[in-house]
């Protein structure tokens, strides 16, 4: 059974840095492409960010691209979100979602997800 | 970017209901639609993929259906348990979006 588990979520200044990490076990990692998607509080999904089984691939929400970088180190089964600039609006649940096969693509769905991390971003 | 409209925004219903929901798309995207289930305080869980394809597991009162840009979901007789938000995804192109939610609550 897949299990995603979230870390490093917290309280973060406004132009701020936080680093999410997820380790993920019970699956061939480095077999699967993974993604993050946030939840704002009282508020629906938005996907973050995708990348590749070898990391080669990624792709970004325009609201984060150019802040936010998606990373993976295979060898430690973990996928990491690299979060520059925070701005209230990023305050989220961040969830560790992953996709279908190994490739990044839009052309998937989200079939194992973490618990979350909360991410709140405020002076 | 494609959006996603749900309706209702929420739905009050009793056990043992027939219930529909809606989601549409600002462009046709076939069948690359997938419905997920979030309870409180807990991650989403994907119930319908592509449409109208069970995930395993997922008690057979749900169904999905449409294609293009207007797709539902169904609970053919609702359970306590069903009583949640419900999000509509597409994977026809990028970015991934989803839907606002349709908030399933009890009468």
């Known amino acids: 059974e897949a299990l995603l588990e979230e870390s490093g979520g917290g309280l973060a200044q406004p132009g701020g840095s936080l680093r999410l990490a997820c380790s993920v076990s019970g699956i061939t990692f480095d077999d699967y492409a993974m993604h993050w998607v946030r939840q704002a509080p009282g508020k629906g999904l938005e996907w973050v960010a995708g990348l590749s089984w070898s990391g080669s691939s990624i792709a970004y929400a325009d609201s984060v691209e150019g802040r936010f970088t998606i990373s993976r180190d295979n060898a430690k089964n973990s996928l990491y979100l690299h979060m520059d600039s925070l701005r209230p609006d990023d305050t989220a649940v961040y969830y560790c979602?992953?996709?279908?096969?190994?490739?990044?693509?839009?052309?998937?769905?989200?079939?194992?997800w973490g618990q979350g991390a909360l991410v709140t971003v405020s002076s | 970017d494609i959006q996603l409209t749900q309706s209702p925004p929420s739905l009050s219903a009793s056990v043992g209901d027939r219930v529909t929901m809606t989601c549409r798309t600002s462009q046709s995207i076939g069948i690359y639609l997938h419905w997920y289930q979030q309870k409180p305080g807990r991650a989403p869980k994907v119930l319908i993929n592509?449409?109208?394809e069970l995930e395993s597991g997922v008690p057979s009162r749900f169904s999905g259906g449409g294609s293009g840009t207007d797709f539902t979901l169904t609970i053919s007789s609702l359970e306590l348990e069903d009583f949640a938000t419900y999000f509509c995804q597409q994977s026809h192109s990028g970015p991934i979006t989803f839907g606002q939610g349709t908030r399933l609550e009890i009468k």
């Open positions: 592509a449409a109208s």
């Open positions: 979602v992953k996709g279908l096969g190994g490739s990044y693509t839009p052309h998937t769905y989200f079939d194992k």
